[in-house]
């Protein structure tokens, strides 16, 4: 089974240039989440996705990123601009749901943005 | 506002000793707990559970224990192996709320 994929891996642009980040996750992950990691942290969400409803954005910097996750599988995370604080690691992860285990999530390997 | 606290950094273990990762939280309404995992390059891979109802949950070398009255859960490696040398995070949630928050992260490194 294929994991989460992210594309691209890693992202060089300069501040106020747009960027955009894309995620395709386990096929029949319901949910979809997008994380930020910034150095010597761990991951904090940005949006939730249940099936094509964002459910939970409060995280958002609305002013500059937005997300869309069109009928219900792929995603696509928007900077627009950047600034140099953006810098970052940015995972995408599904899960099934309330399983046995509790709420695993399984996580791409991330986007690593750096903004110069 | 960490709810969710990893307070060592960084742990070295000889390699065959137990490893012993901790981590405290603040918010009582958690129910649940995971502990990932993170290589270089790659995301975080989930490792092992517990929900509150238990104190302990064990899976092969890895045991996670969960003290509630103290808001205070640690994952055991025993024996440690050159392998596990990697970024561990605890995350704690509420049922229902599929909503996830990472500690800091511990960086284990494991000498031969």
């Known amino acids: 089974e294929a994991g989460v994929v992210q594309s691209p891996r890693y992202k060089i642009i300069e501040k106020k240039q747009p960027v955009a980040f894309w995620c395709n996750p386990i096929?029949?992950?319901?949910?979809l989440y997008w994380y930020r990691q910034n150095l010597g942290q761990g991951p904090e969400l940005l949006i939730r996705y249940e099936n094509e409803e964002a459910v939970d954005d409060s995280q958002l910097p609305k002013d500059r990123f937005s997300a869309e996750r069109l009928k219900g599988v792929d995603s696509t995370l928007k900077i627009q601009p950047a600034e140099l604080g953006d810098s970052a690691v940015y995972l995408c992860?599904?899960?099934?749901?309330?399983?046995?285990?509790?709420?695993?999530?399984?996580f791409g390997p991330g986007t690593r943005l750096t903004v110069t | 506002d960490q709810q969710v606290k990893q307070n060592s950094p960084s742990l070295s273990v000889q390699e065959g000793r137990i490893s012993i990762l901790n981590c405290d939280y603040t918010n009582s309404m958690f129910d649940y707990f995971l502990w990932y995992k993170k290589y270089p390059a790659e995301g975080p891979t989930f490792l092992i559970s517990i929900s509150s109802i238990k104190d302990k949950n064990e899976d092969g070398r890895f045991t996670v224990f969960l003290n509630k009255s103290a808001k205070h859960l640690s994952l055991h490696i025993v024996p440690s192996q050159p392998g596990d040398s990697a970024v561990y995070f605890c995350a704690a949630g509420i049922q229902g709320a599929q909503k996830l928050v990472f500690g800091q992260g511990t960086r284990l490194t494991i000498n031969p």
């Open positions: 992860a599904s899960s099934l749901g309330p399983t046995d285990r509790g709420y695993e999530q399984y």
């Open positions: 096929s029949g992950h319901n949910t």
